[in-house]
């Protein structure tokens, strides 16, 4: 079927409008499924700045889950940046001295009260055992949990972080 030229006109007209509608749509959904988890990485680094001392496009995070429990480490990018590295190991040290004693509270400012996990390492902290190790580019704390449901906790807790954390964080 051949067009006349009005309808021709008409027709290139009326595919803009409809590709203009759906390349608006798309963009729409993009944004409203993305933007959400980008302004609460956002937040999360806002409030993790007041709370770790180390920066963190400088760092990464690492969240390993274990069958027993898991493997947080916090690496300089730049393994010769003794700076980044002492306040990662000072911070990480003195944060699994109050993971053994149930103090979550730093995890909890930056994260929020209702942070998946949270509860349950706070009621069964005495359970776990935390153990911090200084390493040549940063630190990690090791948590073993001998109760399932503590190893559990501990994996809601690093994926929470994962997603919270966002590219400052990795889960190997």
Same mark, same amino acid.
């Given at each position: 079927?051949?067009?006349?030229?009005?309808?021709?006109?008409?027709? %290139?007209?009326?595919?803009?409008?409809v590709a203009l509608v759906l390349g608006v749509g798309l963009t729409v959904l993009y944004k409203t499924a993305t933007l959400p988890a980008q302004n609460r990485q956002a937040e999360v680094a806002g409030r993790g700045a007041k709370v770790m001392p180390f920066d963190l496009e400088q760092t990464m995070h690492v969240f390993?889950?274990?069958?027993? /429990?898991?493997?947080?480490?916090?690496?300089? *990018?730049?393994?010769s940046n003794k700076k980044q590295i002492a306040l990662i190991q000072a911070h990480l040290k003195e944060e699994a001295e109050k993971f %053994?004693? +149930?103090?979550? =509270?730093?995890? &909890?400012?930056?994260? /929020?009260?209702?942070?998946? +996990?949270?509860?349950?390492? *706070? &009621? +069964?902290?005495?359970?776990?055992?935390?153990?911090?190790t200084a390493l040549p580019d940063g630190a990690e704390i090791r948590y073993t &949990?001998?109760?399932?449901?503590?190893?559990?906790?501990?994996?809601?807790?690093?994926? &929470?972080?994962? =997603?919270d954390h966002g590219h400052h964080a990795s889960d190997h």
């Open positions: 079927m051949k067009l006349n030229a009005a309808d021709s006109k008409k027709a %290139r007209k009326t595919f803009l409008f390993e889950k274990l069958d027993n /429990g898991g493997l947080q480490r916090v690496v300089a *990018k730049d393994p %053994r004693k +149930g103090d979550f =509270s730093d995890p &909890a400012k930056i994260h /929020g009260e209702d942070m998946p +996990g949270l509860a349950e390492l *706070k &009621a +069964g902290a005495g359970k776990i055992d935390v153990r911090y &949990a001998k109760e399932p449901k503590l190893a559990m906790a501990i994996h809601q807790w690093f994926s &929470a972080q994962l =997603s």
